[in-house]
């Protein structure tokens, strides 16, 4: 029973290198979020989608862009990464509107340098 | 100011007290308010959840939710040094997808 799985756990990158985020759920979910946590500014919604093939901004979207071009699987991109962009990133899924449980992955660590 | 307020701690307490985490919010429209568990290193995991006004309780935890000052309140009876975690309050407009988190706070029970 893996849940939401992220990959990679760990990552370090230059300034300006580009990577993608993997989150993928294996509980049919149609919802999926990305999440940044940063010391003392909690958990930040970056996008999130709704469906397969949508996708919607959330609070702090600039620098980031993502993918949902199959129900099971959200993708996160950096295309030019920047020290700002240290953070823990958590992916969630729940299934569907109107029921409040999100399921996390256990989150990727990525520091730029 | 942000949609969601919550005090980061650390809040320290001995083993077998009373905790209350507490989250102000600012729109009016939340319906939909949570309280997820995070320990360290960890996702979060959803502890308690109410939609709307009132209490909600579950073993040592009572949820409760104050619309008219737009407060919410996580009480954690008999407390234990496994209760040690970040405590993060979570709302949700009925009609919007998007789950706000607080900053989390930090809670430290000591044996």
Same mark, same amino acid.
């Given at each position: ?21 993997? +989150? ?44 949902? %071009?199959?129900?099971?699987?959200? %993708? ?14 958590? +992916? ?22 | ?10 809040? *320290? ?12 919010? *600012? ?32 073993? @040592? ?20 040094? *496994? ?8 709302? @949700? ?12 706070? @930090? ?5």
């Amino acid at each position: 029973n893996a849940g939401v799985t992220q990959t990679p756990k760990f990552r370090v990158l230059k300034t300006g290198q580009s990577m993608t985020l993997l +989150c993928a759920q294996d509980m049919n979910h149609e919802y999926m979020y990305w999440y940044r946590q940063d010391p003392g500014m909690g958990l930040r919604l970056i996008h999130y989608s709704v469906g397969e093939g949508t996708t919607a901004k959330g609070e702090v979207p600039d620098g980031y862009n993502v993918s949902r %071009l199959k129900k099971q699987n959200f %993708l996160l991109g950096l295309e030019s990464a920047a020290p700002s962009q240290t953070s823990v990133y958590f +992916c969630a899924s729940k299934v569907g509107r109107g029921n409040t449980e999100a399921f996390f992955g256990q989150g990727t660590r990525l520091t730029v340098v | 100011q942000k949609e969601v307020e919550q005090d980061p701690g650390p809040l *320290s307490v001995p083993e077998g007290a009373i905790v209350s985490l507490n989250c102000t919010y *600012s729109n009016s429209a939340f319906q939909y308010f949570m309280w997820y568990r995070q320990y360290s290193r960890k996702g979060p995991e959803l502890l308690m959840y109410t939609y709307s006004s009132g209490n909600k309780e579950d073993g @040592r935890f009572t949820a409760q939710v104050d619309k008219s000052s737009k407060y919410i309140s996580l009480f954690i009876r008999d407390s234990q040094p *496994s209760d040690s975690a970040t405590y993060l309050c979570a709302m @949700r407009v009925g009609r919007d997808d998007k789950i706000i988190f607080g900053k989390g706070t @930090r809670l430290h029970i000591l044996p």
